[in-house]
């Protein structure tokens, strides 16, 4: 024994990291590929696979009553085989760390209102791929479950819009951790993505679209980050709730119309940024409640109803260098006071003018117009839109102002609109 005690329990420990390595090696040495046919057994193939084995499934139909992936495996279909749950359960259930299910379609998946039926459920595991799929008629299409690094990829999932209680969502996570959704499709479900309580996650490059309630819907779900996603047609647009430290850029939010419908609700927001997106043909480009210490800036509203909708909830935020064209009210609240900082944004509709041409508007430009504030307290004037009226209302305002939130207004408008460059 050595002098401090130490030495047996280090090389006890080298003892068994060696012979871990030495474990993990041979199962990789010895994996073997499998190939499937329509004429075999499906669930007995998966049954005497061993582990970090690879099943290469040919072409053709499979009917399957929920298959239990649980050992590491890699599941490749080959002209997408057609995997058919007969609408009696899900159809795969990966319980497995290291398990990747590629080229595969996935169709007919039971539903319940007792159990979240999925085309592929995910139950606490780690770095399972799902990879270029397709799935049809499914309740809920990708669930993820209590799992970390696993990633979902170029999966096509689309359902047949019912109503909302009798469907799911197409890719679903729950309290789940650096997982990276991308470059999907996703149509005809509850939500398009929906994440609760996940974290250290990116969702990017995903079309989102034609969804009965939201195409994105995330609640207490921080630290994540979206980018380069099109959210488009969906009942209800997008919903953030709940949640802290999001970053989202690049995306586009379009053609959400409706008596309830939004590009963007953020409802209890805090320290999140929200830059360089795409607002465009939407009732309300983006409502605000709740929200506080966050950052818009560079984004574009493009004829929307209402490009921004601000609760007077809502504090410490900033509106700068955006770009406002065509919507018919820049900017809506229903308090008095404003507690949000706006400053070097386009308005299209700003008259002021530019004596020493620096670009910057010499008198100040307030987006909320009077005609905007009696529709908060009286939601039935809107019948009187583009009346001589309301244009007569809106000349007396910009002279004396009365009505309008005195906070609200850009010291330095721009004369120009503002032009970035996508990365």
Not at 194 to 202: L, P
Not at 376 to 390: D, G, H, K, N, Y
Request: proline share 3%.
């Amino acid at each position: 024994m050595s002098e401090n005690g130490y030495a047996p329990a280090f090389s006890f420990l080298l003892f068994v990291c060696l012979n871990a390595t030495f474990f993990l090696t041979s199962f990789s040495a010895q994996a073997r590929t499998w190939k499937i046919s329509p004429t075999q057994n499906f669930k007995r193939a998966v049954e005497q696979a061993l582990p970090y084995d690879t099943l290469l499934i040919h072409k053709g139909l499979y009917r399957i009553n929920n298959i239990i992936i649980d050992k590491p495996l890699t599941l490749i279909g080959q002209n997408f085989p057609v995997l058919d749950g007969q609408f009696k359960n899900e159809i795969f259930t990966i319980t497995a760390n290291d398990v990747t299910i590629q080229g595969l379609h996935f169709e007919n998946v039971g539903m319940t209102s007792m159990i979240d039926w999925a085309a592929i459920k995910v139950l606490e595991s780690r770095h399972v791929r799902i990879i270029g799929n397709r799935v049809r008629n499914s309740y809920f299409g990708i669930y993820l479950s209590a799992s970390d690094h696993c990633l979902v990829q170029e999966n096509d999932v689309r359902g047949n819009p019912k109503e909302e209680q009798n469907t799911g969502n197409g890719i679903h996570a729950w309290k789940c951790d650096s997982i990276r959704v991308e470059n999907n499709r996703v149509a005809g479900h509850r939500d398009g993505i929906y994440f609760e309580f996940v974290t250290n996650s990116i969702i990017q490059r995903n079309f989102s679209h034609q969804n009965i309630r939201y195409g994105l819907h995330f609640m207490f779900s921080h630290k994540n980050g979206y980018f380069y996603n099109t959210f488009r047609q969906n009942g209800a647009g997008v919903a953030v709730m709940y949640t802290k430290f999001v970053t989202m850029k690049h995306n586009i939010f379009e053609q959400n119309w409706g008596g309830a419908a939004y590009g963007l609700l953020l409802k209890d927001i805090s320290d999140s940024h929200i830059e360089q997106n795409t607002f465009n043909i939407n009732t309300i480009g983006v409502y605000m409640e709740g929200c506080s210490r966050s950052v818009f800036s560079h984004n574009q509203f493009i004829k929307n109803g209402y490009a921004i909708r601000v609760q007077a909830n809502c504090d410490d935020n900033t509106l700068v260098y955006n770009n406002f064209k065509g919507n018919t009210f820049d900017v809506a609240t229903n308090g008095n006071v404003v507690l949000t900082k706006v400053a070097h944004n386009y308005w299209d509709k700003y008259e002021g003018y530019d004596l020493n041409r620096d670009g910057i508007g010499d008198v100040p430009f307030r987006p909320v117009s009077l005609y905007a504030s009696v529709i908060e307290r009286i939601p039935q004037a809107m019948m009187l839109l583009r009346s001589f009226t309301v244009t007569l209302l809106d000349r007396i305002e910009k002279i004396i102002p009365s009505i309008t939130p005195e906070s609200m207004k850009d010291e330095s408008p721009m004369m120009k609109p503002i032009v970035y460059r996508k990365k």
